[in-house]
């Protein structure tokens, strides 16, 4: 059943409830691109990260400390050119579908991560956030109490295994941006039944035009620069980036109070905007992020450019209220593995194994 009203916990016991379709139009009016805007923010991005790229690179014959300064600001560079491939498979960077499709292609060899797969797999998640009866490629691997505890003992260790943050996010993340989205027929396989994939007929396409095209490009750049130094780098980048980018979307979605419910229950508008946080960062780790932390408004109105989400959440201060999270408080979230379907809420093993 649709509900129209919900409460944020700060307002629960008394407080006014936020009209969900008020909010959502509130939203859909900062829908549609600045083109000069946009052209703007790609052109500087991309300018700073090879200036920072070359620096790294010829700076390597001068000093070892050189590129290691220059990691972090450059894996920063990258995963803001990687949300403007993002804004661009949501059709928010440009207000014309041809101007998104070959500009996130292009991105996407920097990134490596091919762009018309990746877009049908996100808006795939987009569509099912939340959803216990149709959990989707696109997610992290999220099972209940109940499915755990019914886990034959093999299975519960294979998910504790894959739940542990170093497995996750410190391997997991590089390993499947570098080496598993190379592989047209490789998707996971999920811990649940009625898992959603995409056909490999469908992406095959797009992930073996960007590796053709992944090597053309680097190996012509390698031509001009050595293949040497230019993998040191862009290979540390590489992995910098992927654990930025892991621990982002871990922490967009895997929060205490997040949203899941049965299809029957499920509401994509309530889905949207209560499975999703917003990761209250410094002024500058959002400039390299774009944006990306205010993801309860982005899921909620997909087609914002990264650009305006702040100005839809400044014009609306409860947006600011709801399922917030701070970089210190983020900290606690790997610690969360299951969902109690009792309690309504993420739960770690030991409170499972404690009852």
């Given at each position: 059943?649709?509900?129209?009203?919900?409460?944020?916990?700060?307002?629960?016991?008394?407080?006014?409830?936020?009209?969900?379709?008020?909010?959502?139009?509130?939203?859909?009016?900062?829908?549609?691109?600045?083109?000069?805007?946009?052209?703007?923010?790609?052109?500087?991005?991309?300018a700073?990260f090879?200036?920072?790229?070359?620096?790294?690179?010829?700076?390597?014959?001068?000093?070892?400390?050189?590129?290691?300064?220059?990691?972090?600001?450059?894996?920063?560079?990258?995963?803001?050119?990687?949300?403007?491939?993002?804004?661009?498979?949501?059709?928010s960077?440009?207000?014309?579908?041809?101007?998104?499709?070959?500009?996130?292609?292009?991105?996407?060899?920097?990134?490596?991560?091919?762009?018309?797969?990746?877009?049908?797999?996100?808006?795939?998640?987009?569509?099912?956030?939340?959803?216990?009866?149709?959990?989707?490629?696109?997610?992290?691997?999220?099972i209940t109490?109940?499915?755990?505890?019914?886990?034959?003992?093999?299975?519960?260790?294979?998910?504790?295994?894959?739940?542990?943050?170093?497995?996750?996010?410190?391997?997991?993340?590089?390993?499947?941006?570098?080496?598993?989205?190379?592989?047209?027929?490789?998707?996971?396989?999920?811990?649940?039944?009625?898992?959603?994939?995409?056909?490999?007929?469908?992406?095959?396409?797009?992930?073996?035009?960007?590796?053709?095209?992944?090597?053309?490009?680097?190996?012509?750049?390698?031509?001009?620069?050595?293949?040497?130094?230019?993998?040191?780098?862009?290979?540390?980048?590489?992995?910098?980036?992927?654990?930025?980018?892991?621990?982002?979307?871990?922490?967009?979605?895997?929060?205490?109070?997040?949203?899941?419910?049965?299809?029957?229950?499920?509401?994509?508008?309530e889905?949207?905007?209560?499975?999703?946080?917003?990761?209250?960062?410094?002024?500058?780790?959002?400039?390299?992020?774009?944006?990306?932390?205010?993801?309860?408004?982005?899921?909620?109105?997909?087609?914002?450019?990264?650009?305006?989400?702040?100005?839809?959440?400044?014009?609306?201060?409860?947006?600011?209220?709801?399922?917030?999270?701070?970089?210190?408080e983020?900290?606690?979230?790997?610690?969360?593995?299951?969902?109690?379907?009792?309690?309504?809420?993420?739960?770690?093993?030991?409170?499972?194994?404690?009852?």
């Amino acid at each position: 059943m649709l509900r129209l009203d919900f409460e944020t916990p700060e307002m629960a016991g008394g407080g006014d409830a936020l009209p969900i379709k008020e909010i959502e139009r509130h939203c859909s009016s900062f829908k549609g691109a600045d083109t000069w805007r946009s052209v703007f923010q790609l052109v500087t991005t991309l300018a700073l990260f090879a200036v920072t790229l070359a620096l790294m690179i010829y700076g390597m014959e001068i000093s070892f400390w050189i590129p290691a300064a220059l990691l972090l600001p450059a894996a920063g560079l990258l995963t803001r050119i990687f949300t403007l491939q993002h804004d661009c498979g949501h059709g928010s960077f440009f207000n014309s579908k041809t101007a998104n499709d070959w500009t996130g292609r292009i991105l996407a060899v920097l990134t490596v991560t091919p762009y018309d797969f990746w877009r049908r797999a996100h808006n795939k998640h987009h569509a099912t956030s939340g959803d216990l009866d149709r959990r989707s490629i696109g997610g992290i691997d999220t099972i209940t109490v109940r499915e755990y505890q019914n886990m034959p003992k093999w299975q519960q260790r294979a998910y504790r295994i894959y739940r542990n943050p170093f497995v996750l996010l410190m391997f997991g993340t590089p390993f499947y941006v570098m080496v598993l989205q190379r592989l047209p027929f490789n998707q996971g396989t999920g811990f649940y039944p009625n898992y959603q994939t995409l056909s490999a007929s469908s992406i095959w396409k797009s992930i073996m035009l960007t590796n053709l095209s992944i090597v053309v490009f680097f190996g012509v750049l390698g031509t001009l620069v050595g293949i040497g130094p230019l993998l040191a780098v862009y290979i540390p980048v590489l992995i910098v980036t992927s654990w930025i980018g892991g621990w982002l979307f871990y922490i967009q979605h895997q929060f205490e109070d997040t949203y899941w419910a049965e299809n029957k229950d499920w509401d994509i508008h309530e889905a949207a905007l209560l499975s999703s946080s917003y990761f209250e960062l410094p002024k500058v780790l959002q400039w390299f992020t774009g944006n990306i932390g205010l993801h309860h408004i982005h899921h909620l109105c997909s087609g914002i450019p990264n650009y305006k989400l702040q100005a839809c959440m400044d014009a609306r201060p409860e947006l600011k209220t709801i399922n917030k999270l701070t970089l210190r408080e983020s900290l606690k979230c790997p610690s969360l593995k299951l969902w109690d379907e009792n309690l309504k809420k993420l739960v770690g093993f030991h409170q499972v194994e404690s009852v």
